[in-house]
């Protein structure tokens, strides 16, 4: 059952715009609403108390599900999972359906990768160049960030938060799901 708004905690406004547009793909008639940290530093030291300020985000009310989601960068996801989750052991948040944490193995980016039509449309539309192969593995590289960021460039289109979210509404989460294991991890924790 997938609730019927979520609250996100991110480390930055490409993340937001990303994990945004999924969600409202994987339950398309919940709410969304984001908070931005400006790093992985930041999310770790600020989310406890960034979590309060959902319990009144809809007309005084708490949302139902709370995500707090960074990247991995090549660490182990699950033992992040349970660093972000022992932050908050002894303390309760008003969302009936928890308060969740997700980490992807390396960077967000990664997932942009995994879909070469997801990526031509959003090229061709931006007026960049044709796309004709994406990554078979996008969660084994090593800084996709950086591998993204290049790969953008060399297709004359300049990577900017509305340019995940594109790519994020084109992506086909079936391919998503084959090529990105830890994707449907995620999927699962939204749809619960």
Same mark, same amino acid.
């Given at each position: 059952?997938?609730?019927?708004?979520?609250?996100?905690?991110?480390?930055?406004?490409?993340?937001?715009?990303?994990?945004?547009?999924?969600?409202?793909?994987?339950?398309?008639?919940?709410?969304?609403?984001?908070?931005?940290?400006?790093?992985?530093?930041?999310?770790?030291?600020?989310?406890?108390?960034?979590?309060?300020?959902?319990?009144?985000?809809?007309?005084?009310?708490?949302?139902?599900?709370?995500?707090?989601?960074?990247?991995?960068?090549?660490?182990?996801? =699950? #033992?992040?999972?349970?660093?972000?989750? $022992?932050?908050?052991?002894? @303390?309760?948040?008003? /969302?009936?359906?928890? %308060?969740?944490?997700?980490?992807?193995?390396?960077?967000?980016?990664?997932?942009?990768?995994?879909?070469?039509?997801?990526?031509?449309?959003?090229?061709?539309?931006?007026?960049?160049?044709?796309?004709?192969?994406?990554?078979?593995?996008?969660?084994?590289?090593?800084?996709?960030?950086?591998?993204?960021?290049?790969?953008?460039?060399?297709?004359?289109?300049?990577?900017?938060?509305?340019?995940?979210?594109?790519?994020? =509404? #084109?992506?086909?989460?079936?391919?998503? $799901?084959?090529?990105?294991? @830890?994707?449907?991890? /995620?999927?699962?924790? %939204?749809?619960?």
């Amino acid at each position: 059952m997938s609730a019927s708004s979520y609250g996100i905690i991110v480390e930055g406004p490409y993340d937001s715009a990303f994990y945004e547009a999924v969600i409202q793909r994987l339950s398309p008639h919940a709410c969304v609403s984001a908070r931005v940290c400006d790093g992985k530093s930041n999310l770790t030291r600020k989310f406890p108390a960034l979590l309060k300020t959902f319990e009144h985000e809809l007309a005084g009310r708490p949302l139902e599900m709370a995500i707090v989601i960074r990247d991995a960068d090549g660490k182990n996801p =699950e #033992e992040i999972e349970a660093q972000m989750r $022992s932050k908050i052991a002894n @303390r309760d948040y008003p /969302f009936g359906l928890g %308060v969740k944490f997700f980490a992807v193995p390396q960077a967000m980016e990664s997932w942009l990768l995994a879909d070469v039509n997801a990526l031509n449309a959003v090229s061709q539309r931006r007026n960049g160049k044709r796309v004709t192969k994406s990554h078979e593995a996008p969660e084994s590289l090593r800084n996709p960030k950086g591998w993204f960021r290049e790969f953008l460039t060399n297709q004359n289109v300049v990577y900017t938060a509305e340019v995940a979210r594109e790519i994020a =509404e #084109e992506l086909d989460l079936n391919t998503l $799901s084959v090529r990105c294991p @830890r994707f449907r991890v /995620f999927s699962e924790l %939204v749809d619960c």
